[in-house]
């Protein structure tokens, strides 16, 4: 796993093959606003937003995700380009 420290990630997009390369945590029950595993963070699936406090780690400026492509973007899949590691389970972690 590798966390992405930056502006979000673009958790749909087509590069991290419809969430193959994100990471998720398994001890989350997504959208029942309930800490499941006790971390401090409430449904916290692929990550976590810590600008606005929130469990939506989305990428509002493109930066970060263009970071998660270089260093896990999926092979195979029509697109040009790949990143460095093809078995990666990205965590956003949205701070800008």
């Known amino acids: ?13 087509a590069d991290f093959g419809s969430g193959s ?4 945590n398994s001890g989350e029950t997504p959208a ?4 499941d595993e ?13 600008y606005n406090n929130d469990a939506d780690p989305m990428d509002d400026n493109s930066h970060g995700t263009h970071c998660a492509g270089t260093i896990g973007a999926r092979a195979n899949n029509g697109h040009a380009h790949v990143g460095v590691t093809w ?4 965590m956003a972690c949205k701070f800008l």
């Open 87 to 90: 078995q990666v389970r990205l």
């Open 32 to 35: 029942n606003g309930i800490d």
């Open 38 to 50: 006790g971390n401090g963070f409430i449904d916290d699936i692929h990550g976590w937003d810590f």
């Open 21 to 24: 390369q994100l990471w998720v």
């Open 1 to 13: 796993m590798v966390a992405v420290v930056d502006t979000g990630v673009d958790l749909a997009h």
